[in-house]
């Protein structure tokens, strides 16, 4: 299925200052016990997760690393930030992966620009923009040909991948919603199960 639109309406994290110079937000997120995310200037306040939010998180990141371990891909939480130069944005994902060397923004250890896949696990404060302009930012990445949503609530899972069709990149979709179901990470080459993901998970 091609998605023609993936834009739905944007629930605004908060955003807490419209001052700060890159510089500044860098200065202050290597000391803040929160995480922010810089947007053209704008600071944005990322809520915490809960305690579910961080299983699923630990389960998808532990079972990756581990079947990835021999290979050329590296995994990476959510302590790291994505850099989008095209947004002049730096953002963090819960997990994402690269394959080969990471490639760093500016000379700097703590800005990613080449993950390959990228997975959220949905919260209320910040699904949409999870799913809004997020995704259309994080769609600018060249490396950029995965992404997955997860829900903390209930086995659902959904899937977007990149295809290329006549020299045009479409975004397919898919979706899982029975816990004894697998998902097919395509640019890993990996099938991972809903179990795993929601291992030790208490589900509504």
């Not at 944005?44 to 809960?50: F, K, L, R, V």
């Not at 790291?80 to 994402?96: C, E, K, S």
């Not at 209930?154 to 899937?159: G, L």
Request: glycine share 4%; aromatic share 14%.
């Amino acid at each position: 299925m091609v998605i023609a639109n993936v834009n739905p309406p944007m629930i605004t994290p908060e955003v807490i200052t419209t001052h700060l110079t890159l510089d500044e937000y860098r200065t202050m997120e290597e000391t803040a016990t929160e995480r922010h995310e810089y947007y053209n200037g704008k600071i944005i306040n990322m809520p915490g997760g809960s305690e579910v939010h961080s299983r699923i998180a630990v389960n998808i990141t532990s079972f990756l690393s581990f079947t990835l371990r021999d290979t050329n891909f590296q995994v990476y939480n959510g302590d790291l930030r994505i850099w989008i130069p095209n947004f002049n944005h730096g953002t963090y994902a819960d997990v994402f992966v690269i394959n080969g060397e990471p490639q760093f923004n500016d000379h700097r250890s703590d800005e990613i620009l080449n993950p390959l896949l990228i997975i959220e696990v949905l919260s209320p404060s910040t699904e949409g923009y999870d799913r809004g302009d997020k995704f259309r930012r994080y769609r600018s990445l060249a490396s950029f040909c995965e992404y997955v949503l997860v829900s903390q609530f209930e086995p659902y899972i959904e899937q977007y991948y990149k295809e290329q069709h006549e020299n045009n990149d479409h975004w397919e979709w898919r979706f899982y919603d029975q816990i004894d179901q697998s998902i097919f990470l395509r640019s890993l080459n990996v099938e991972i199960a809903l179990q795993e993901i929601y291992r030790r998970v208490k589900l509504a």
